[in-house]
């Protein structure tokens, strides 16, 4: 993405950009992955253009659901929204020392800075009474059971055991937004709302934490709009969107009109655990006045014309 483009713009990292090529997410793994991500992430800094960073967490989250669940009979499970906290610190760290380091390589000086960033959801959202997203790893039924001791939801999904369900409410607004953009216009790249942000809802006039997943590339439109990005760019390990998919008709969609890629979703050829989600962030900011949304690989993000680009016209 060229400084002649835009000058403001919101990378939404996908779960790639931090794990190893086979899906590796050790720390090694972690480090070289995001290493390679940065080295992208500096190329679209380089010309001069304002840059915003949202990541994903599911690996990273997983693991601490893991280290939850085999420590569930000495401590009690740390909960989802501390989880989601906790990885924004995590891998926000990692990505200030790789952004830094190769903004240097290339003779920019520009602070990088993570911000831990919450999002709204409604209390009463349907996803409460009946959480369906699946999250973390399959376990027995005795396994499970002592974490439903601890008030986590898990249900019976056959053959393969059991996993927990957790809510995956609408994101209503990026309390931490402000602090954002105060980031940015002071020269900061700044990385903020990882893994859509740590979900809280307002009750009685208090914010407090819920467990809920939170799709992050409904919350990297949301924050994009609110911190003035005009680009969107949702970097993922496909070169973007396509239709058709998986038979002899199969085409990748370039520059499209955002009444033309709903046409599309409407009809069907965006898997909801998947293409889904970034096709519906990707309309929804343009829609709600966004200039471009760019769904691309990692790799390609610095190319404007790279990829799926959805336009108002």
């Given at each position: 993405m060229t400084a002649q483009a835009v000058t403001r713009v919101l990378i939404a990292l996908g779960g790639n950009a931090m794990t190893s090529p086979e899906g590796g997410a050790s720390p090694a793994d972690q480090i070289e992955a995001i290493g390679r991500a940065a080295r992208a992430i500096a190329d679209v800094a380089a010309g001069g253009t304002e840059v915003v960073l949202t990541h994903g967490n599911g690996p990273q989250v997983g693991n601490l659901l893991v280290k939850n669940e085999l420590a569930a009979n000495v401590v009690p499970p740390v909960p989802l929204d501390w989880c989601v906290a906790q990885t924004q610190g995590t891998i926000g760290a990692m990505l200030m020392d790789a952004v830094e380091v190769c903004l240097a390589e290339r003779g920019i000086v520009r602070p990088v800075a993570t911000l831990v960033t919450r999002t709204l959801v409604d209390a009463d959202d349907p996803g409460f009474a009946n959480p369906t997203k699946p999250i973390g790893r399959y376990l027995t039924e005795a396994e499970a059971r002592v974490l439903m001791g601890h008030g986590q939801a898990w249900q019976d999904r056959g053959s393969r055991g059991w996993r927990r369900m957790v809510a995956s409410p609408e994101p209503l607004e990026i309390l931490d937004a402000p602090a954002v953009a105060a980031?940015?216009?002071?020269?900061?790249?700044?990385?903020?709302?990882?893994?859509?942000?740590?979900?809280?809802?307002?009750?009685?006039?208090?914010?407090?934490?819920?467990?809920?997943?939170?799709?992050?590339?409904?919350?990297?439109?949301?924050?994009?709009?609110?911190?003035?990005?005009?680009?969107?760019?949702?970097?993922?390990?496909?070169?973007?969107?396509?239709?058709?998919?998986?038979?002899?008709?199969?085409?990748?969609?370039?520059?499209?009109?955002?009444?033309?890629?709903?046409?599309?979703?409407?009809?069907?050829?965006?898997?909801?655990?998947?293409?889904?989600?970034?096709?519906?962030?990707?309309?929804?900011?343009?829609?709600?006045?966004?200039?471009r949304a760019v769904i691309t690989s990692l790799d390609r993000i610095a190319d404007p014309a790279a990829g799926t680009v959805v336009t108002t016209s």
């Open positions: 980031l940015i216009d002071a020269g900061f790249v700044v990385v903020a709302a990882g893994g859509g942000g740590i979900p809280v809802v307002r009750k009685d006039g208090l914010i407090q934490g819920v467990e809920a997943v939170i799709d992050k590339d409904l919350s990297a439109a949301m924050l994009a709009r609110a911190v003035g990005a005009s680009a969107l760019v949702i970097a993922t390990d496909v070169d973007g969107a396509r239709v058709h998919f998986g038979t002899a008709e199969e085409r990748p969609l370039g520059p499209i009109t955002v009444e033309e890629l709903r046409r599309y979703e409407a009809e069907g050829h965006f898997a909801s655990g998947s293409m889904g989600p970034k096709v519906d962030a990707a309309c929804r900011f343009v829609e709600s006045g966004g200039e």
